[in-house]
């Protein structure tokens, strides 16, 4: 009965691969998200999708491509994988858009390293 | 622009003890919510607890209540009678009225002592 699942929970891969981190909620929510952690656990929004429609695009480089084939599922995929790419990627989703209240409830997170 | 300031990047309280944790914002909003949330060493980020702008009493999550002061833009975490289970990070995150993005503090490491 997890909420918001992620996987792979771990991926480790050489420089310069494409990969691809999948997200699944449960929850009925509209919206979903990615958010990137650095080495200093400093959280950043990347993408977010309501309804399958994305919403929010950050300054991210566009070897990051976010997919939603259906409102219960955002996969991010990564291309020409770079060592600073290293990072914790969390999923999260909320019930709807445009509201302050909606509380966002986040996966368990990928851990990415690119050696 | 949201702007979220945790000024303690790191603290030790005894078991037992109440312990606050600092969140200032910065905001030209009206309506916004302030959240926060728990990330223990195990890397998962629990959602905590949440109080609207328009609010009128402070929340309240069992051991966990939130001081909200928005004349001084203030929203610090008290967690009563402090667990080693609460040793985590702690982040504080503001989301306005028409935004779909959290804005995320940089967090305070917070450590219970047995």
């Known amino acids: 009965d997890t909420a918001v699942s992620q996987t792979p929970k771990y991926l480790v891969t050489q420089m310069g691969n494409d990969k691809s981190i999948k997200c699944e909620q449960n929850?009925?929510?509209?919206?979903m998200y990615w958010y990137k952690q650095d080495s200093k656990k400093f959280l950043k929004i990347m993408f977010s999708?309501?309804?399958?429609?994305?919403?929010i695009n950050e300054t991210v480089p566009n070897r990051f491509s976010p997919k939603s084939p259906d409102k219960a599922h955002l996969n991010l995929h990564i291309n020409s994988l770079e060592l600073g790419d290293s990072a914790v990627y969390f999923c999260?989703?909320?019930?709807?858009?445009?509201?302050?209240?909606?509380?966002?409830?986040f996966g368990p997170g990928t851990r990415l390293t690119v050696l | 622009a949201q702007k979220i300031t945790q000024t303690q990047p790191g603290m030790f309280v005894q078991e037992k003890e109440a312990v606050t944790l600092d969140c200032t914002y910065d905001?030209?909003?009206?309506?916004?919510?302030l959240f926060w949330y728990k990330q223990p060493s195990s890397g998962e980020m629990i959602f905590l607890i949440y109080?609207?702008?328009?609010?009128?009493q402070n929340a309240t999550e069992g051991r966990y209540s939130l001081n909200f002061q928005k004349a001084r833009k203030s929203a610090n975490l008290v967690i009563s009678a402090s667990q080693l289970g609460d040793s985590a990070m702690y982040f504080c995150?503001?989301?306005?009225?028409?935004?779909?993005?959290?804005?995320f503090g940089t967090g305070t490491r917070l450590t219970i002592i047995p």
């Open positions: 999260a989703s909320s019930q709807a858009s445009g509201g302050g209240t909606d509380t966002q409830y």
């Open positions: 929850l009925g929510h509209d919206t």
């Open positions: 999708y309501n309804n399958k429609e994305l919403i």
């Open positions: 905001t030209s909003d009206q309506s916004y919510g």
């Open positions: 109080q609207g702008s328009y609010d009128e």
């Open positions: 995150a503001m989301r306005d009225g028409g935004n779909e993005k959290l804005t």
